[in-house]
């Protein structure tokens, strides 16, 4: 028999949201999965992030994507808001994963769709995120909804004396009517003009200057 899948977009956590929540956390952490817990993160530390998700998700900052399996939380996804003004049509994708026991039902595709859906909808002009650099599966579901790597921090991120990749990626949901697009081009707030040539230092001369305050 096939399984019943649903999606469920709660605003608020009942007890057994927040121990199924917990489930899949933990067990996603413990098979060394990378959705940023060295450890399989205890309850209380789940139930803080569910209860701060959710608060975002009420405030109409966020919205938290719940994948059903036979009546049981299997997978999540999430979309935040950034906080500070100048990027408030910005949100970045987190803690989207699925419990091991539920791999191979197409669930993170579901639950991205629906993100980028809600994302859309809420106005969101661009959705961020960052993927450590071995979770090539995971690189490869991003990129078929259309995000593209923007940015890559070498060997930053710590798993014992391992380091990997930050991967940055992004995908745009579209711009309104009146929305300029300027880019990095000069003008606008906060633009500055371009040193001259004759005064800006010789690279030799800046590498002496940053080994000397060594």
Known sequence: MEPKIELFRPTDADDRLRTEIHRVFHDVARLGGAIGYLSPPSKPTTDVWLEDALAAVRAGDAALVVALV?????????????PEPVFAHTADVEKVMA?????GLGLGRLLMTALIDSARRAGIETLALGVRGNNHGAIELYEEFGFTVWGRL??????????????RMALTLGHGPDVVLRGSTPGGPGSSPRRPLSRRP?????????????
Do not use: K, Q, Y
């Not at 036979?70 to 950034?82: E, F, I, Y």
């Not at 070498?154 to 991967?167: A, S, T």
């Open 99 to 103: 419990h091991p026991t539920s791999r």
């Open 70 to 82: 036979d009546g049981s939380v299997a997978a999540t996804g999430l979309w935040r808001r950034r």
């Open 154 to 167: 070498p060997n930053v991120i710590e798993v014992d004396n391992e380091r990997f990749d930050d991967i």
């Open 202 to 214: 010789p690279m030799s001369e800046v590498g002496e200057g940053v080994s000397g305050r060594r």
